[in-house]
């Protein structure tokens, strides 16, 4: 498991975990890692698998957002991280992909916006079976398994 350094990283993180819970979504993993793949926040309910890509800053950066750091590469990687995750758990509930965003002021640490999109993407499965470190990726959904063997 990594473990946050950043401050900013930690506040957070940890107000995800909130948000999650709010919504009646249990974590069951913080900061899950295999290699080189990681996942900030893995959480469920009875049907979903949900993993949770964290961005956490101080400030916009030329107004744009937290959540939206979260670009076609990185969501790819989520995506890599996610199914190593299914396989490794052998999890067979519906995956789904989310981000929050949060902003915390830098001087007092307070949260001063939080944006959760649920669903924010969805895998392909080209981009799934594409890459892997075994060689053999599949993706488990609805008890049906995606791509090659």
Known sequence: MAFV???????????????????????????????????????????????????????????????????????????AAANAYIKYRKIEKTPRFDIIGILVHPGTYEITYRNHIENAFSPHVRTITANSFSGIWRWLHRNKTIGRK
């Open 5 to 79: 350094t950043n401050p900013i990283g930690i506040i957070g993180e940890e107000e995800a975990a909130k948000i999650l819970e709010r919504k009646r979504l249990r974590v069951i993993e913080r900061n899950w890692r295999m290699g080189h793949l990681e996942v900030d926040l893995i959480a469920e309910n009875r049907k979903e698998i949900v993993f949770v890509e964290v961005k956490a800053r101080t400030s916009t950066y030329g107004n744009i957002l937290p959540e939206e750091y979260v670009d076609e590469t990185k969501r790819k990687r989520i995506i």
